[in-house]
């Protein structure tokens, strides 16, 4: 076998000159014959030296080295050490068992795809190949390789001269790895949250496993967070905290995180808790975010209704006393509006007493629900709407352009109250007086906005009721007013009603 080694390496390294036709070797022997001798011995000198430096290098690679014929059998001419040892053969055993011949050695549901991608490439004309393929080495154990080679087309045959490199390794972890992915799928598919990758510089996001689905987005969506706002993704009043949450990311922020109410697919929105981490290159910027979102609709809807137990009117399910305070006092500690004026209105229902005592408790109770059934519909839902008293409603409007507009909707109010309620067969005719006063002009704390707005109530009741009043200056000074019975500010009471 040792002879036969010698011989597949004289083919491989002689292999230029193998398949030179009959008028060139004829040539070379010419030369040679006429060359001086001296000169014929220092060329064979060179010729061996070169021979014996390439075996090395050869022999020495960190790879298997390998010329097959391009035969049906990938017929082995020369291998080097590292190619038997990768193969799992030794010479000797590879001729008397296999004849040479490779494709005995390729798993058997391999050997098609390696014989197809090695005829496509020859017949396309190119230089080379490259395939991977599992081998079976002789003590049955599978490994894999990495096949990169060149077609060296001579005038006769066509030869095979390879590198082959083992991959098992890398073919192990890349297993594990799409089996953890494939795990990591499943137990996302199994759980609320949704996951996405996000793209600092090109602001593209890629939605992971059922993300897109759920929110019916495109896998892969441009200019994020923009287009989400765009598009209603994000509903109006979550905007603020989603785009400061993106702001946070891009400026480098090792996390940011929010809670928004987001649209599904199937339009309807849904509270979700957002959270971003970055990612960061070997410059310390941050290159990449993977976002996950929580699912926390439930949550916060068991929160909303035990916040809606604790500041909602019972009888007419508007906001309560304190919950109405709170609320005006948070909007006025954030300043004026930026244009026109916010406004306070106290809505007062006249004669209530009469109605309770002609009619009693029970229908006085309807009057009050079906009062604020009236109320409600006229005013936005950023506006506050509470219940303060017994038969006292407060309003506050948001963003009014003129004081004309304060007027003309509490105008409004008087006109629905007029409209006659009937309970059980009962009719009764009921109205109510307003006073309004405006923020910041007549008042730039709750207090004393307060304060206007019952002037002007007062103003509106001794002016022979079912009418509306905005406060004035010269309706009075603050010395001089008295709070009426079950006004949000609690002052000794009097009987006017």
């Known amino acids: ?23 060139d070797n004829a040539d070379v022997a010419k030369d040679l014959k006429t060359m001086p001798r001296g000169k014929l011995e220092m060329l064979a000198d060179t010729l061996s030296k070169d021979n014996l430096l390439l075996s090395s290098i050869i022999s020495n690679l960190p790879a298997g080295i390998c010329e097959a014929a ?28 296999h004849q040479n011949r490779i494709d005995r050695i390729i798993l058997p549901e391999d050997l098609p795809v390696v ?43 066509t030869t095979l001269h390879c590198v082959c490199v083992d991959i098992t390794q890398r073919k192990q972890m890349e297993q594990e790895l799409k089996i953890n992915e494939e795990r990591f799928r499943i137990a996302m598919a199994q759980m609320d949250n949704t996951i996405f990758d996000y793209n600092i510089s090109t602001r593209m996001m890629i939605h992971a496993y059922k993300s897109a689905e759920v929110y019916g ?47 599904l697919a199937a339009g309807r929105y849904v509270w979700r808790k957002i959270t971003l981490t970055n990612i960061y290159d070997a410059q310390g910027s941050a290159v990449r975010a993977i976002g996950i979102l929580e699912d926390i609709d439930e949550q916060k809807r068991r929160e909303e209704l035990l916040r809606n137990q604790i500041e909602r009117d019972t009888l007419t399910g508007l906001f309560n006393k304190g919950a109405t305070e709170e609320r005006i006092r948070s ?6 509006p930026q244009a026109g004026c916010d406004a306070l209105l106290i809505i007062d229902i006249d004669n209530f007493k009469g109605i309770n005592d002609r009619y009693g408790h029970l229908y006085g109770d309807k009057v009050l629900a079906e009062s604020a059934r009236r109320i409600a519909p006229l005013f936005y839902p950023e506006d506050i709407i509470g ?40 009719i009764a005719s009921i109205s109510c007086s307003v006073g309004t006063a405006a923020f910041p002009d007549d008042g730039t704390t709750f207090e004393t906005l307060y304060q206007k707005a019952d002037i002007a109530l007062y103003e509106a009741k001794h002016s022979g009721k079912n009418r509306c009043c905005t406060y004035r200056e010269e309706m009075g000074l603050e010395m001089q007013w008295q709070p009426r019975g079950n006004t949000i500010i609690d002052k000794p009471e009097s009987s006017e009603d």
């Open 70 to 97: 391009y035969d049906d059998f990938f017929t082995l001419l020369y291998g080097n050490d590292l190619f038997f040892q990768l193969y799992g053969y030794t010479p000797e055993q590879l001729i008397a068992e």
């Open 1 to 23: 076998m040792e002879g036969a080694d010698c011989m597949g390496n004289k083919n491989f390294l002689q292999g230029v000159s193998k398949d030179i036709g009959p008028l």
């Open 331 to 336: 909007i006025m500690g954030g300043g004026p």
């Open 387 to 426: 219940r303060i008293g017994g038969d006292e409603f407060a309003v506050f409007l948001r963003q009014i352009p003129a004081r004309e507009t304060i007027r003309k909707k509490a105008e409004h109010i008087c006109r629905v109250f007029s409209e006659e309620f009937n309970y059980n067969g009962i």
């Open 217 to 263: 987005l495109p896998k892969e969506l441009e200019n994020v967070p923009d287009s989400l706002v765009e598009n209603g993704t994000i509903h109006p009043g979550s905007v603020s905290v989603f785009l400061e949450m993106y702001r946070k990311i891009r400026a480098g922020a090792p996390r940011a995180s929010c809670v928004v109410q987001t649209r």
């Open 115 to 157: 014989q197809k991608s090695v005829q496509k490439a020859f017949d396309a004309g190119e230089n080379g190949f490259e395939v991977e393929h599992r081998i079976v080495r002789r003590s049955g154990e599978v490994v894999w390789a990495l096949i990169k080679g060149n077609f060296f087309r001579g005038l006769v045959n």
